[in-house]
């Protein structure tokens, strides 16, 4: 198993530019999130999904989109880049059920917005 | 609302002593669920453990030991001997049961163990 496999690895983009993090599972989890990474904050939920087709925003959904068409797709859509998004992204999943609901990460997406 | 607190931003302590990093939390919900994970300087987010709201048993597992109290409403982490390997950011984090794929992080702490 490839387990949660986020690309790219890494991105500059400049202000105002669209682009797409793409996140797979290989583990049939049901559940996907994805959340930022910024210094001293920890981690912020961004979006979250509970199955295909069921999304929904976390704390920090400003800015940005997604969708999940299949079980093991996630990506997350930035709309307009703006400096502020400057972050590290890590995309998650599990099961969702006790005694199988800790998370699985990614291995992340550092973003950069001039 | 739901929140998790590492008062401990940075721990730096020679190999081999023993250290514990702090985590309190806030939830009014009564079933939740506790987590800790470790990012090493690598980058990646490795899971360590997870404790349910109703079993406030303390874990041992190898050097690593978790104590849950629900009356002080902590979860600290204790490592015992550390390593050098032991140097990573450890995250603290909590979920209620309903929205178990809705992490609330705390702001980590950076260890350093130094040889």
């Known amino acids: 198993n490839a387990g949660v496999t986020q690309t790219p690895k890494f991105q500059v983009l400049k202000t105002g530019q669209s682009m797409t993090l793409q996140c797979a599972q290989d583990m049939n989890h049901e559940y996907m999130s994805w959340y930022r990474q910024d210094p001293g904050m920890g981690l912020r939920l961004i979006h979250y999904s509970v199955g295909a087709g069921i999304t929904d925003q976390g704390e920090v959904p400003n800015g940005y989109n997604v969708s999940r068409s299949t079980t093991e797709d996630f990506p997350l859509r930035l709309l307009s880049a703006a400096p502020s998004q400057t972050s590290v992204y890590f995309c998650a999943s599990s099961f969702g059920q006790y005694p199988y609901n800790e998370q699985f990460f990614g291995p992340g997406t550092r973003l950069t917005v001039l | 609302a739901q929140k998790v607190t590492q008062a401990q931003t940075e721990i730096s302590v020679v190999e081999k002593e023993d250290v514990t990093l702090d985590c309190v939390y806030e939830?009014?919900?009564?079933?939740?669920?506790l987590f800790w994970y470790k990012q090493p300087p690598s980058g990646e987010l490795v899971f360590l453990i997870r404790?349910?709201?109703?079993?406030?048993q303390n874990e041992i597992s190898g050097r690593y030991s978790w104590n849950f109290q629900k009356s002080t409403s902590s979860f600290n982490f204790t490592i015992t001997a550390s390593q050098v390997v032991d140097s990573a950011v450890y995250f603290c984090a909590l979920s209620e049961a309903e929205g178990a794929q809705k992490l609330v992080f705390g702001q980590g702490t950076r260890l350093t163990i130094n040889p």
């Open positions: 939830t009014r919900d009564t079933t939740y669920y």
């Open positions: 404790r349910n709201s109703f079993d406030e």
